[in-house]
């Protein structure tokens, strides 16, 4: 392991960027998973038609479309873009608030545990409405002939959910 870089820092908006793209990657590479998560869950226990992970990711493909996978995937970038973003990228800036402008050598491992606290503290109540929308927009299973989705989109769920 190498130790850590002593060079100069991303700005801001860099840092922002890079773990925004990281965590939208991962996002939308694991979603499929993540839609089967909640709809085993909405099941409950016991019988039904969902069996086990890989079960529930190939009756959703089967009954809806395989696109049904990624039920939810423009909320959960929205989410990405800010936890992810604002966790990471506020990580130092709010490491040099904690220790001053002047300081000079290591951080205090305390204030690197409050600093990490902090944004992702920051970065969780910024992101958590998007997180409702996602599992609501994933929970939606097949709809009969005609009848139209209840969130169509994640700005119009937002909206319905506010007025709810």
């Known amino acids: 392991m190498s130790p850590p870089s002593s060079g100069p820092q991303l700005p801001f908006p860099n840092l922002f960027a890079a773990s925004a793209i990281s965590a939208c990657t991962a996002e939308a590479l694991t979603l499929p998973l993540d839609t089967a998560k909640v709809r085993l869950q909405l099941q409950g226990g016991g019988a039904g038609k969902y069996k086990g992970l890989l079960g529930t990711c190939m ?33 130092e800036p709010v490491k040099q608030f904690f220790v001053g402008q002047d ?30 929308v996602k599992v609501r927009m994933q929970s939606e299973g097949k709809k009969s002939p005609g009848q139209a989705k209840k969130y169509p989109n994640a700005f119009k769920a937002y909206g319905i959910i506010r007025r709810e």
């Open 59 to 91: 009756t959703i493909a089967r009954e809806e479309g395989p696109s049904a996978l990624w039920k939810g995937l423009e909320p959960g970038l929205h989410r990405q873009v800010m936890y992810g973003g604002l966790r990471i990228g506020l990580y």
């Open 103 to 132: 300081h000079v050598g290591d951080v205090p491992l305390h204030l690197k545990i409050a600093s990490g606290l902090a944004t992702g503290a920051i970065a969780i109540t910024v992101a958590s409405p998007t997180d409702l």
